[in-house]
């Protein structure tokens, strides 16, 4: 992955347009600290545009710079992403284009698929994207970003009129007058200085009007194409690793993993790897000379750290763990804050472990990482689903957690990580994975009448791991890290935060006003941080209980009582739920009595 900046229609001179982009792209190296690369056209009505790209060079790591350009260089790309299909897409280009193009990079083939297909191509990529095109032929441009949103993108409108995009705001949020999320599984289509958001990704299941599916569970497809979907994202030249929490969604992939590379350590011709319909390719050579590395992170004592050492050791895996304490963690905020640009609980809490563990990774050469964000939001993981009603709420519940993906867990999975340049794939949200879940009948899904959550998943897998890490009960990431993590930064914030700064809340921050404390500490940093109204509605509103939607609150009335993200808030479910007095708001004062 990388990061990017473009520019359309500047009125900003061409020359003092470069630096500029050059200084802003900068802010965006952390993402890609290998490379960088810089086109600037100029447009016949006077204006400029300007593509920028960061690399962290993961495939074709001496020949992939960017920004690419198609055989004739007349399309332009610049784009943060990984395409598992690409040799695929080669087919469709004839040879003697192909032999012209500078890189054998995963995304070099996009430049000449454009030329051809036009709006078509989002809808044939096969993996995770964020992208922006310039057809300086036709005086056009042409962004997209994947179907979940797992790669970040933004776009900006600055006074002048001209049109921004970059990976992160904090590349826009001095230079655009408002900015806004690159809604996922659209383009955006520019023509004749009129543009339009287009969705191009619409599956049958991702309407909230459409029917209920009813398709039974097969748990040998749920085995096969989970499978598929973890070796296709080892594609890569560089060294990899896997984030293991010792959950029950880490530890299956890293057992897929280890299954795999013992399979060609002994060259298994019927492993993974030489499925027919596999469409990778991977070098495996490179993978057989590989021995798989997990990491892991918790207080000390944390039932992560313990249950990562069981899984590491009973599939061999080369595994290194490190400790934090809370107060590290709490002198890390002002730092992930800024970097996940966020200032949702729940994302923050489990953000800080993971960015803290994602620094430590980087003194060890991995650049590449596999992780278990998605299994929860299709198979209804959190402990909450246990109070679904019925089959048809689970399900709707199940739609909105995946709409809802790119605002929390896949934006923490992206940005935790790459403030360290390092890529986090997710495999459970590979789209072919995908379809075949969400149109399981989800009463075969429901963890009601003390079934346990995620269980034709764990079901699939029976005989990869022990019996009592499968069927492990799930811990939320900022729980599993160890229960003294969120306990402590509720008690930071109380005592950072006092009862009048807190009675100011709803005056400070009309939308979205903190109904805690601890939120209150994150929203201060987040607005020291980005100030400007567009970035403080980048975060949506509503009660969340156990990371669920607003719509779930309602399920039960204990939700309403003990509305934390906390898993421990789900009362009789988790093995160690507790009660959190401290979501109720201190009353507010009238506006006339408060001294600021």
């Known amino acids: 992955m990388c990061g990017i900046l473009a520019i359309f229609h500047s009125s900003i001179e061409k020359h003092r347009l470069r630096r500029k982009a050059l200084n802003l792209s900068k802010i965006l190296r952390h993402r890609g600290p290998d490379w960088n690369g810089i086109v600037v056209e100029e447009n016949d009505d006077g204006t ?18 960017q920004p690419l350009y198609d055989d004739e260089e007349e399309v332009c790309l610049t784009i943060n992403g990984e395409i598992y299909n690409h040799m695929e897409l080669r087919k469709l280009i004839k040879e003697e284009n192909l032999n012209k193009l500078k890189s054998c990079s995963d ?32 005086n056009t441009f042409f962004a997209f970003r994947d179907p ?36 996922p599984g659209h383009y955006y ?28 569970v097969d748990f ?7 499978e598929k979907a973890v070796i296709k994202r080892l594609m890569g030249d560089v060294p990899f690793g896997i984030l293991l929490s010792g959950g029950l969604d880490s530890s299956i992939i890293a057992a897929i993993l280890a299954k795999h590379l013992n399979g060609l350590d002994k060259k298994d011709t019927n492993s993974i790897h030489n499925s027919s319909d596999n469409n990778n390719n991977n070098n495996s050579d490179t993978l057989r000379s590989q021995k798989l590395r997990s990491f892991s992170i918790g207080l000390k004592g944390s039932p992560d750290l313990k249950a990562a050492k069981e899984v590491a050791d009973y599939l061999g895996i ?14 890390s905020l002002h730092d992930v804050i800024y970097h996940i640009e966020t200032y949702d609980i729940t994302t923050i809490r489990a953000s800080t472990p993971m960015y803290i563990l994602s620094r430590l990774i980087k003194s060890s050469c991995v650049k590449m990482v596999l992780s278990g964000e998605g299994s929860d939001e299709i198979f209804g993981g959190y402990l909450y ?25 896949v934006l923490r999975a992206n940005k935790s990580t790459m403030a360290f340049g390092i890529e986090a794939r997710v495999p459970f949200l590979d789209l072919q994975f995908l379809n075949l879940v969400m149109n399981i009948d989800p009463q075969d899904k429901m963890c009601s009448n003390n079934k346990i959550e995620k269980y034709i998943l764990r079901k699939a897998f029976e005989g990869y791991l022990p019996e009592h890490i499968l069927y492990r009960q799930k811990e939320q990431f900022s729980d599993g890290v160890g229960y003294n993590w969120i306990d402590g930064l ?28 601890e939120a209150y500490l994150y929203r201060c940093i987040f607005s020291e941080c980005f100030p400007e109204q567009c970035a403080q509605e980048s975060v949506p509103e509503g009660e969340s209980i156990a990371c669920s939607t607003s719509k779930a609150v309602e399920w039960d009335e204990s939700f309403k009582q003990n509305a934390d993200q906390s898993g421990r808030s789900v009362l009789g479910i988790h093995r160690h739920s507790k009660q959190f007095d401290d979501v109720k708001c201190l009353p507010i004062q009238n506006q006339a009595s408060i001294n600021y």
Not at 48 to 65: F, K, P, Q, W, Y
Not at 200 to 206: A, M, S
Not at 318 to 331: Q, R
Not at 490 to 517: C, G
């Open 48 to 65: 400029t545009n300007v593509l920028a790209h960061e690399r962290l060079a993961i495939v074709d790591v001496l020949s992939g710079h």
């Open 107 to 138: 995304c070099a083939v996009i430049p000449n698929l454009f030329k051809i297909y036009k709006e078509k191509v989002p809808s044939m990529l096969d993996g995770i994207f964020a992208g922006v095109i310039s057809d300086k032929k036709n």
């Open 148 to 183: 979940i949103g797992i790669c970040p993108l933004y776009i900006g409108y600055a006074a002048d009129g001209s049109i921004w995009f970059s990976s992160e705001f904090k590349a826009l949020k001095d230079n655009c007058i408002r900015y806004v999320i690159f809604p």
């Open 189 to 216: 289509k520019n023509n004749k200085n009129k543009g339009e958001f287009v969705r191009y990704y619409n599956p049958n299941w991702w309407s909230l009007n459409n029917s209920i599916p009813n398709n039974k």
């Open 220 to 226: 040998n497809e749920i085995r096969i194409h989970l």
């Open 318 to 331: 080369e595994h290194t763990e490190f400790y934090f304490t809370v107060e590290e963690g709490i002198d």
């Open 385 to 409: 689903f246990h109070k679904a009603p019925n089959k048809e709420e689970f399900h709707r519940e199940l739609q909105r957690k995946i709409h809802d993906l790119h605002y929390y867990d």
């Open 490 to 517: 509720k008690q930071y914030a109380e005592k950072k935060i006092s009862d009048i700064q807190f009675s100011r809340a709803k005056f400070l921050f009309p939308y979205n006003t903190p109904k805690t404390k």
